[in-house]
């Protein structure tokens, strides 16, 4: 088993214990999508993956109201 611990700009945001590393260019963490942007090995069992979360688009008020 292995220790995987999400990091965004050296903030802790998720530690998982997993079979396989993520391999993938996007992951979901807590309900938001995220792309990976490097993999450290710290020792076997460790590896840091840093992430960075993708913004929402914000809607405006005028289009979401009803004329």
Do not use: C, T
């Amino acid at each position: 088993m292995i220790v995987v611990k999400y990091l965004e700009n050296n903030d802790h945001v998720l530690s998982q214990l997993v079979q396989q590393i993520p391999s993938g260019d996007n992951v979901i963490i807590k309900g938001r999508k995220a792309d990976i942007l490097g993999v450290d090995k710290v020792n076997e069992e460790l590896y840091h993956i840093n992430i960075a979360f993708k913004k929402k688009p914000k809607q405006n008020e005028k289009d979401s109201k009803k004329k």
